[in-house]
């Protein structure tokens, strides 16, 4: 069930996937690494490295680097080939929590080791703002945490563990939201720990 008390377009589903469906999930995302092996993405302007590691699947894929910025891309940005299929338990999880007409058109994998953190930030990069962001944790748990459509907007946060869905859209398409820590050894379903972020995106319209 969704937690009561959210802002607008805002639903959080502890526990969604159980323990089977993770373990399910992190075996088809090794598969994608396996074809669209971990990069680290560079801030635009100061190339400045992120303290996460990512790659994608979909027929789009979100990269950044110094040269190019923030983008959707059809190729993984060092091997050039096109990015591998989205798994169909993403898929039916779209189907089930996003309530959009169409299929994603990109899944960013972020792997957060123990001190990665993620600023607040806004997901803008798409054309498509009718379709939500749906988003799955895996593996340790992280501390969420989601503001309003302005960066001076009051903030809460969640403490998001393996399992948990988190999904934004309608008014809170474009909340600020970041990671603010990872708690290292509250999961045993990596073998090491960490926590990985599978973010389901509609991009164009």
Same mark, same amino acid.
């Given at each position: 069930m969704?937690?009561?008390?959210? *802002?607008p377009?805002?639903?959080?589903? !502890?526990?969604?996937f159980?323990r089977p469906? %993770?373990e399910a999930?992190?075996a088809?995302i090794?598969q994608?690494?396996?074809?669209a092996?971990l990069?680290v993405? =560079?801030m635009?302007?100061?190339g400045?490295?992120m303290?996460?590691r990512?790659t994608?699947?979909g027929?789009?894929? $979100?990269?950044?680097?110094k *040269?190019?910025g923030?983008?959707?891309?059809p190729?993984h940005p060092?091997t050039?080939?096109p $990015?591998?299929a989205i !798994?169909?338990a993403? +898929?039916a999880l $779209?189907?089930e @929590?996003?309530g959009? /007409?169409? !299929?994603?058109?990109?899944?960013?994998?972020n792997?957060y080791d123990?001190? @990665?953190?993620m600023?607040l930030? %806004?997901?803008?990069d798409e054309?498509?703002f009718?379709?939500?962001v749906? &988003?799955?944790?895996?593996g340790?748990?992280? +501390?969420f945490?989601?503001?309003?459509?302005? =960066?001076s907007?009051p903030?809460? &946060?969640f403490?998001?563990?393996?399992?948990?869905?988190?999904?934004?859209?309608? /008014? &809170?398409?474009?909340?600020f939201h970041?990671v603010?820590r990872?708690y !290292?050894?509250t999961s045993?379903?990596?073998?090491? *720990?960490?926590?990985?972020?599978l973010?389901?995106?509609r991009v164009n319209?």
């Open positions: 969704a937690e009561r008390g959210l *802002a377009g805002l639903r959080y589903f !502890p526990g969604h159980d469906a %993770q999930l992190v088809a090794r994608v690494v396996a074809e092996p990069f993405p =560079r635009p302007r100061t400045k490295p303290s996460v990512m994608n699947c027929p789009l894929g $979100w990269v950044t680097d *040269a190019g923030y983008r959707y891309q190729a060092e050039g080939r $990015w591998p !798994p169909d993403l +898929l $779209w189907n @929590a996003s959009f /007409e169409k !299929p994603p058109e990109a899944c960013l994998v792997f123990p001190d @990665a953190r600023g930030h %806004q997901d803008r054309t498509e009718a379709a939500p749906v &988003s799955v944790s895996l340790d748990q992280c +501390l945490r989601v503001g309003g459509v302005s =960066r907007d903030t809460r &946060s403490r998001l563990a393996s399992g948990d869905v988190f999904v934004f859209g309608g /008014e &809170s398409r474009l909340i970041g603010d990872i !290292p050894g045993t379903l990596l073998k090491n *720990a960490g926590r990985i972020n973010t389901l995106r319209p």
